[in-house]
């Protein structure tokens, strides 16, 4: 499997922002707006990093063989909850970054400041748990072989038999 493109991620969060920015600007016109960003949703989704991180560290402590228990199933899942916690990032780096650009323009009534300020410490939350991903993601990449006959594609007699 591979690991999870920036440019993916770019683009989600990109179209994420656009899609949601398209759906609040109706809404805001019918007269309903969201709610502002509860703190709970930071601490759920800066604790989400965490533990990914955690995963992920453990893994790179097996590969460094200073945890030979480590069950390689387990590596694997961690690789995938680590793409998905990269790509759920993105999806919420957009989420929040549309719900500050719908009232970018209303900066001046406090009401509306204070929903962009929550909602841009949610997306820089986000942002976090994207990165933490990726890191995690990275943890988890198998190393290059150490053999230079198998580095450079030297497939002789020895490496066949081998």
Request: hydrophobic share 55%; glycine share 10%; proline share 4%.
């Amino acid at each position: 499997m591979r690991r999870t493109s920036i440019r993916v991620l770019a683009l989600t969060a990109a179209g994420v922002a656009l899609a949601g920015l398209a759906v609040l600007r109706v809404l805001d016109v019918r007269g309903l707006r969201l709610g502002p960003v509860a703190w709970i949703e930071d601490v759920a989704i800066l604790a989400l990093a965490a533990l990914i991180f955690w995963l992920g560290w453990t893994v790179r402590a097996y590969q460094k063989g200073n945890r030979p228990d480590l069950d390689p199933i387990r590596a694997a899942r961690t690789f995938v909850l680590a793409k998905a916690g990269a790509l759920t990032g993105a999806i919420l780096t957009g989420r929040y970054l549309a719900s500050v650009l719908v009232v970018v323009g209303n900066l001046d009534v406090a009401s509306q400041r204070d929903r962009a300020i929550g909602a841009g410490i949610a997306m820089l939350c986000s942002i976090v748990l994207t990165v933490v991903a990726l890191v995690a993601e990275r943890f988890c990449e198998l190393p290059p072989p150490d053999d230079d006959a198998e580095r450079d594609g030297d497939h002789g007699p020895e490496a066949i038999a081998g």
